[in-house]
């Protein structure tokens, strides 16, 4: 089982590698069979390479986006769950919105499945 301070230092190079635009590194926090539903009730993306590729055309949109933690990772089991505030730049549009992420981290320290909870009603304007 990962250790609660593994599961922190992901999200934080979670948050780290979104707001470098660094997908790769995204990419590589999940499992070969990962699934993230971004937002909960959306489609889930199923294996790494579909999250990458969901990740990439996510910022491919947006001319820069930040992720910044509004709150303290929580992590119990195999379970974080953490606020995050997606600053996002689309030319001279600035947007945020906040955002509750849950993760599961598999034995191997890997996430195994995301969960985004937010709708279009937790996007404004910066």
């Not at 230092?9 to 660094?22: E, I, L, M, P």
């Not at 390479?49 to 969901?54: K, T």
């Not at 505030?85 to 919105?97: F, M, P, S």
């Not at 599961?104 to 995301?114: A, H, N, R, V, Y």
């Amino acid at each position: 089982m990962p250790t609660v301070e593994h599961m922190r230092d992901v999200v934080a190079r979670y948050t780290a590698a979104h707001s470098a635009g660094d997908v790769d590194a995204v990419a590589a926090l999940f499992a070969t069979d990962a699934v993230v539903a971004d937002p909960v009730d959306a489609p889930e993306h199923v294996g790494r390479e579909a999250v990458r590729n969901f990740f990439a055309g996510t910022h491919q949109m947006c001319d820069s986006m930040e992720l910044v933690a509004t709150g303290a990772v929580r992590a119990v089991g195999n379970w974080a769950a953490v606020p995050l505030k997606a600053v996002t730049k689309i030319g001279d549009l600035q947007l945020q919105v906040e955002i509750i992420y849950v993760f599961t981290f598999g034995e191997d320290g890997l996430i195994s499945d995301m969960r985004a909870y937010w709708t279009a009603d937790d996007i404004r304007p910066v």
